[in-house]
């Protein structure tokens, strides 16, 4: 993973998004460290801006779910 460029990650669909594994990619997206955001420091849901977030949120329970949104 540290050869893919970007960030590779695993979060769970519980509030806030904990990650369950983050590249070491994430620090040159973010400016912070995989192992940080791993403890949740920040949580996945702050890296997404406030506007954005409850539409990310649906489109993660859409996925889930197996819908389309825009149906």
């Known amino acids: ?40 420091q920040p949580a996945f849901s702050e890296m997404v801006i406030e506007e954005e977030r409850q539409g990310v949120q649906d489109a993660v329970e859409a996925a889930i779910a197996g819908t389309n949104r825009s149906s």
């Open 1 to 40: 993973m540290a050869n893919v460029p970007g960030m590779v990650y695993r979060c769970s669909a519980r509030p806030g998004w904990p990650m369950e594994f983050v590249s070491e990619g994430c620090a040159a997206l973010t400016g912070w460290s995989s192992a940080a955001v791993m403890r949740q």
